[in-house]
């Protein structure tokens, strides 16, 4: 019996921290425009020449170089067409858009 109520436990506690991560999704944020407040899209910002980072539920953050933008357009194409925040206004910064599903995967 007592072993059955540590298993219901851990499961609920690993379903919280799913949940949690769940609801503190990756963000896109512009860091050479700390001021930015969704005036423009996050593609018009790229072509300007402005860097962004991603920015985990954690607050790890991971500028990303141009081949990791070209890659990320090219699997996520979604995620430049959202608008653009800095780091000042992180809170207001929409999560990243998931990827669609594929035909394989339904």
């Given at each position: 019996?007592?072993?059955?109520?540590?298993?219901?436990?851990?499961?609920a506690?690993?379903?919280?921290?799913?949940?949690?991560?769940?609801?503190?999704?990756?963000?896109?944020?512009?860091v050479?425009?700390?001021?930015?407040k969704?005036?423009?899209?996050?593609?018009?910002c790229?072509?300007?020449?402005?860097?962004?980072?991603?920015?985990?539920?954690?607050?790890?953050?991971?500028?990303?170089?141009?081949?990791?933008?070209?890659?990320?357009?090219?699997?996520?194409?979604?995620?430049?067409?959202?608008?653009?925040?800095?780091?000042?206004?992180?809170?207001?910064?929409?999560?990243?858009?998931a990827?669609?599903?594929?035909?394989?995967?339904?």
């Amino acid at each position: 019996m007592r072993s059955k109520v540590v298993v219901a436990v851990i499961l609920a506690v690993v379903a919280a921290m799913f949940l949690a991560s769940g609801a503190m999704a990756q963000k896109l944020l512009c860091v050479s425009k700390k001021e930015l407040k969704g005036e423009e899209t996050v593609a018009s910002c790229l072509a300007k020449g402005e860097r962004f980072a991603i920015v985990d539920q954690f607050g790890i953050v991971r500028i990303l170089t141009p081949e990791e933008v070209e890659l990320t357009k090219a699997f996520n194409p979604k995620a430049f067409e959202m608008r653009a925040f800095g780091l000042k206004y992180e809170k207001l910064a929409p999560k990243i858009p998931a990827l669609p599903v594929s035909p394989e995967q339904q």
